[in-house]
């Protein structure tokens, strides 16, 4: 059996390049500008060629013809540019068409027999639909059959609502079908629906003690802006970004562990990590995706099944011509592009059998001093919430036991003055010995709200543990623990 050989683009941090090769793949290309992850894939994969930029690659430094991924840049794309989305036609996620350019550098039958494309949901309806029918016509162009699917990493075993769209292109055959979708397939009247949302999932009680609250409620106005999303606690976080900033996390029936790390083994990178990881692919859905891959790149293509799901699509969606979807202001979450027909749905989205995790099993019991909230970013958790009552009474309240223990950890925060001001200034608190600070039994007592760990963002990207700690190690040795009191 021979080994399928990847080049990666946009690589990051490396989550396609751990998933596959967990699958027996060869990672033998990796493209990547972003300077601290190049230290991250130069650690990990210190003997594979790694360029820098991907303007400067010529084909000829590419040595595979055999499978491409890329999750090229999503900034232009996002809903959360709203008002500034440029679309393909910005700088960054305008990078595709590099990509598509250096396939095209090659003759038909050296061009990769599969790509694997990831981003953001929105680039479904940037430019009114406008971008996402470029990157069809422009795969199709190239020799494509082309497959679409939006994926959540919550069903993936990563209990984090991650919506992603992937597109999976294959060269000369419809094999991208056959390995995206499945016989018997989840159709849904509309998008950002998977199986819990379409039944009754009950929530175990010791999973709703865990509250998670979006990052941009915390030290803003009451008034600010519709960044706040409030809190859940249904067993998941809110998306993960690329601001560096971590959610938000609080445990209700008992506090957390104080952990404080000696300043010989600071995390030196800990904004780096949380925007690295938080702009990282989730490694547990291309695992998910490259099975099947893996499995049908070795196989005859199977027609009896890619009928089967042609099929299913044909009685559930209206059938449209590559020359006339122009007009598709929004296109839905799932679709197939073959023989220049193009069909779309709105499916579950998860594969058949969806890996439903808790956020409870991926928290840790400690952090470090400094990722505990201070009194005034606890109150403004409180004043946002009541904001929002006052502005709107039937809105949802802050659970009682949630407020609580809101309250108990200022309040002890606001008697003990000396730890509270550490909690804000941060630099003077990492500049701090181990034994320079005295923590009283009572702050150690109430410590039940903390931002979420970098480990903690790792895990829930199906990242191995310290994955993004390269330079701790490198510096100190790969004892980097926490030193808890």
């Known amino acids: 059996m021979n080994k399928l050989e990847v080049a990666s683009f946009f690589t990051g941090i490396g989550g396609f390049d751990i998933a596959f090769e967990r699958l027996g793949m060869d990672v033998v290309f990796q493209c990547e500008i972003n300077?601290?992850?190049?230290?991250?894939?130069?650690?990990?994969?210190?003997?594979?060629?790694?360029?820098?930029?991907?303007?400067?690659?010529?084909?000829?430094?590419?040595?595979?013809?055999?499978?491409?991924?890329?999750?090229?840049?999503?900034?232009?794309?996002?809903?959360?540019?709203?008002?500034?989305?440029?679309?393909?036609?910005?700088?960054?996620?305008g990078l595709f068409h590099r990509i598509a350019d250096l396939i095209e550098t090659r003759p038909l039958e050296l061009r990769p027999r599969w790509v694997l494309f990831e981003n953001v949901p929105g680039l479904l309806n940037?430019?009114?639909?406008?971008?996402?029918?470029?990157?069809?016509?422009?795969?199709?162009?190239?020799?494509?059959?082309?497959?679409?699917?939006?994926?959540?990493?919550?069903?993936?075993?990563?209990?984090?609502?991650?919506?992603?769209?992937f597109i999976l292109c294959s060269l000369g055959n419809s094999k991208s079908i056959n390995a995206l979708f499945e016989p018997d397939l989840m159709i849904t009247d509309k998008q950002g629906m998977g199986i819990k949302d379409i039944l009754d999932v009950h929530i175990p009680e010791?999973?709703?003690?865990?509250?998670?609250?979006?990052?941009?409620?915390?030290?803003?106005?009451?008034?600010?802006?519709?960044?706040?999303?409030g809190y859940r606690n249904d067993g998941e976080t809110y998306t993960f970004d690329s601001r560096g900033s971590a959610d938000v996390i609080a445990r209700t029936t008992t506090p957390f562990q104080l952990e404080i790390a000696n300043s010989q083994r600071l995390d030196l990178t800990i904004s780096n990590r949380y925007?690295?990881?938080?702009?990282?692919?989730?490694?547990?859905?291309?695992?998910s995706i490259g099975e099947k891959i893996s499995r049908l790149d070795e196989?005859?293509?199977?027609?009896?099944?890619?009928?089967?799901?042609?099929?299913?699509?044909?009685?559930?969606?209206?059938?449209?011509?590559?020359?006339?979807?122009?007009?598709?202001?929004?296109?839905?979450?799932?679709?197939?592009?073959?023989?220049?027909?193009?069909?779309?749905?709105?499916?579950?989205?998860?594969?058949?059998?969806?890996?439903?995790?808790?956020?409870?099993?991926?928290?840790?019991n400690g952090a470090p001093l400094d990722h505990f909230l201070s009194s005034s970013q606890l109150q403004s958790i409180l004043d946002r919430a009541d904001y929002r009552i006052e502005k709107n009474p039937n809105s949802e309240r802050l659970p009682e036991d949630f407020r609580s223990v809101i309250i108990r950890q200022r309040d002890t925060l606001l008697k003990?003055?000396?730890?509270?001001?550490?909690?804000?200034?941060?630099?003077?608190?990492?500049?701090?010995?181990?034994?320079?600070?005295?923590?009283?039994?009572?702050?150690?007592?109430?410590?039940?709200?903390?931002?979420?760990?970098a480990l903690e963002y790792e895990q829930m990207q199906g990242f191995p543990h310290n994955w993004t700690t390269w330079e701790t190690e490198l510096m100190y040795g790969n004892s980097n623990q926490w030193l808890a009191i």
């Open 35 to 93: 300077t601290y992850c190049q230290n991250v894939l130069r650690y990990h994969w210190p003997h594979i060629e790694l360029s820098t930029d991907v303007e400067a690659v010529n084909t000829e430094q590419i040595p595979t013809n055999d499978f491409w991924c890329a999750g090229f840049p999503c900034q232009d794309l996002s809903l959360a540019n709203q008002g500034k989305r440029l679309g393909l036609d910005g700088n960054r996620s």
């Open 126 to 165: 940037s430019h009114g639909g406008n971008d996402f029918r470029i990157v069809l016509q422009r795969l199709t162009q190239l020799g494509y059959d082309i497959a679409w699917r939006v994926l959540d990493a919550k069903y993936f075993g990563t209990p984090q609502r991650r919506r992603r769209v």
């Open 206 to 229: 010791d999973v709703r003690n865990y509250f998670v609250v979006q990052h941009a409620s915390i030290g803003r106005k009451p008034t600010a802006g519709p960044q706040a999303k």
């Open 275 to 287: 925007r690295t990881v938080g702009n990282a692919v989730n490694v547990n859905v291309v695992q």
């Open 299 to 364: 196989q005859e293509f199977d027609e009896e099944l890619f009928n089967q799901i042609f099929n299913e699509f044909t009685n559930a969606a209206i059938p449209l011509r590559l020359e006339n979807i122009d007009n598709i202001s929004r296109w839905m979450n799932a679709g197939i592009l073959t023989n220049g027909e193009c069909l779309m749905i709105n499916t579950l989205e998860h594969f058949n059998i969806p890996v439903i995790e808790h956020l409870n099993i991926f928290v840790q």
């Open 416 to 453: 003990n003055r000396e730890i509270d001001k550490l909690l804000v200034d941060k630099k003077r608190l990492k500049e701090l010995r181990q034994n320079d600070i005295y923590i009283p039994k009572e702050v150690l007592d109430n410590l039940f709200v903390r931002r979420m760990t």
